[in-house]
């Protein structure tokens, strides 16, 4: 099981930016996905949002709500996801997971995914 830890995490103002970085620890192979999540504050794990997925292809698909403005990207040389936050809004403030699954195959869904980091706090601020 791969261990994934995520760090970049803060607290900004309406408008900046942010990028998360999410370590992947033994997570390589030729067909696998890669994506953050995020849990709104009080929210149950039920709440739990695809952000934005990339596969080992490199395919991306990101939430209606972030199109344009987050990036989803990987260093596979360093094991290493990312997620480029800009314009952030109040209502991006969440804990945000990064999670792993075999396979290409995109998708947004927490349940399809196997492992899953520790989460990192996002605060934007109006």
């Known amino acids: 099981q791969a261990r994934l830890v995520e760090s970049g995490g803060g607290s900004v103002q309406t408008g900046g930016s942010l990028r998360l970085s999410c370590a992947a620890a033994?997570?390589?192979?030729?067909?696998?996905?890669v994506g953050w999540f995020r849990q709104p504050p009080g929210e149950a794990r039920e709440a739990r949002e695809g952000?934005?997925?990339?596969?080992?292809?490199?395919?991306?698909v990101y939430a209606a709500s972030v199109k344009g403005r987050f990036t989803i990207s990987e260093d596979s040389s360093k094991n290493t996801l990312y997620l480029q936050m800009n314009s952030l809004k109040p209502e991006d403030s969440a804990i945000y997971y990064c999670?792993?699954?075999?396979?290409?195959?995109?998708?947004?869904?927490?349940?399809?995914?196997?492992?899953w980091g520790q989460g990192t706090q996002v605060t934007v601020s109006s």
């Open positions: 033994k997570y390589t192979g030729s067909s696998y996905s």
């Open positions: 999670a792993a699954r075999t396979g290409l195959r995109l998708t947004r869904q927490q349940w399809e995914y196997d492992d």
């Open positions: 952000v934005a997925v990339i596969n080992s292809v490199g395919d991306t």
